[in-house]
T-cell receptor, first 114, second 112 residues
Framework: QQPVQSPQAVILREGEDAVINCSSSKALYSVHWYRQKHGEAPVFLMILLKGGEQKGHDKISASFNEKKQQSSLYLTASQLSYSGTYFC???????????????FGQGTTLQVKP | EAQVTQNPRYLITVTGKKLTVTCSQNMNHEYMSWYRQDPGLGLRQIYYSMNVEVTDKGDVPEGYKVSRKEKRNFPLILESPSPNQTSLYFCATGGLGNQPQHFGDGTRLSIL
């Protein structure tokens, strides 16, 4: 049931771009994205509610392909502050089993080097 | 200021000694959750609560109990802790619909 994230880890130089993918085997209602710095709590980035929805926050954006049950997080011109572990969280469709569960992927560790 | 407060932040204890981790929120959220985080496994949901007196199992509920007697509080209870429950625990509120989930600062438990 846990969504699958890829890649597991990525190392970038400042200014480079990265894409993190999140796939689910179940029909999705929404996808959440969070970033966790080492030793800290996860922090909310964005939620995508509708298939085809795209959102952006500074140079971080995401898309949600409802039909493919996938979401992707795009980090453009990465900065040192982008380093951390990124988690996607998925909510099932209302009316299906386990709709109350926000289930997280295993995380993608991103390291941005100078 | 929106807050999710967990206590304690750190605890070292011994097998079998009952413990409670408290969680309190000031956002009037109906939905609250407990997660454990272990290396390589991400955040795994232990229990969640849709409202007062409404709780349900997450993915890894064995060995844990919760209660939701008031909207703001959602304590996690380990009746007889064992070493495999050594982990980093997060309480969270919100997360349904278009609501972001807010996490507490975490509780690092070590069960010897």
């Amino acid at each position: 049931q846990q969504p699958v994230q890829s890649p597991q880890a990525v190392i970038l130089r400042e200014g480079e771009d990265a894409v993190i993918n999140c796939s689910s085997s179940k029909a999705l209602y929404s996808v959440h994205w969070y970033r966790q710095k080492h030793g800290e709590a996860p922090v909310f980035l964005m939620i995508l509610l509708k298939g085809g929805e795209q959102k952006g926050h500074d140079k971080i954006s995401a898309s949600f392909n409802e039909k493919k049950q996938q979401s992707s997080l795009y980090l453009t011109a990465s900065q040192l502050s982008y380093s951390g572990t990124y988690f996607c969280g998925t909510l099932r469709r209302p009316g299906s089993s386990n709709t109350g569960k926000l289930i997280f992927g295993q995380g993608t560790t991103l390291q941005v080097k100078p | 200021e929106a807050q999710v407060t967990q206590n304690p932040r750190y605890l070292i204890t011994v097998t079998g000694k009952k413990l409670t981790v408290t969680c309190s929120q000031n956002m009037n959220h109906e939905y609250m959750s407990w997660y454990r985080q272990d290396p390589g496994l991400g955040l795994r949901q232990i229990y969640y609560s849709m409202n007062v007196e409404v709780t349900d199992k997450g993915d890894v509920p064995e060995g844990y109990k919760v209660s939701r007697k008031e909207k703001r509080n959602f304590p996690l209870i380990l009746e007889s802790p064992s070493p495999n429950q050594t982990s980093l625990y997060f309480c969270a509120t919100g997360g349904l619909g278009n609501q972001p989930q807010h996490f507490g600062d975490g509780t690092r438990l070590s069960i010897l």
